[in-house]
């Protein structure tokens, strides 16, 4: 069971934990592209969970920056970036953390709750959730347990 606070996110495609990456603009306003990592002890990659209102709803914020998770512009095609924005409160900064099994979850963002948050080779996006789909497949661990 996720509960709010500080974690990994680790890919179950890859086994690298996911972080905060370069930065970009959208809108002319700052935010940073996601990477991955072998070092998961690094402040850039622990996350915040925040619950809302809803049961396993969270916004995620990043530990070394204060930016949360995003998909930008609130868009809902296949292949749109997940990035790290400034808090707006709005349902594409908000994840339900849907459990797949004892260990794995899915993130799927409240603005278009039938993608997933999915591993790239780089970065990450959302998709249309697939349960099988390893990609989309995430293990929260407490970052204070590492």
């Known amino acids: 069971m996720v509960g709010a606070g500080h974690y990994v996110l680790r890919s179950q495609a890859n086994g690298l934990c996911l972080g905060q990456g370069a930065p970009t603009t959208v809108f002319g306003n700052p935010g940073f592209l996601l990477e991955f990592a072998e070092d998961c002890q690094l402040p850039a990659r622990s996350w915040l969970l925040s619950a809302t209102a809803l049961p396993n709803v969270f916004t995620i914020q990043n530990v070394s920056s204060g930016y949360v998770l995003d998909v930008q512009m609130a868009a809902t095609q296949d292949g749109t970036p997940v990035i790290t924005y400034g808090k707006t409160g709005f349902d594409n900064q908000r994840f339900e953390v ?49």
């Open 98 to 146: 849907r459990a797949r099994d004892t260990f794995v979850s899915e993130l799927r963002p409240q603005h278009h709750p039938q993608s997933c948050v999915s591993a790239t080779a780089d970065s990450a996006r959302i998709t249309t959730c697939e349960p099988t789909n390893s990609t989309q497949g995430w293990f929260l661990k407490r970052s204070d347990c590492l």
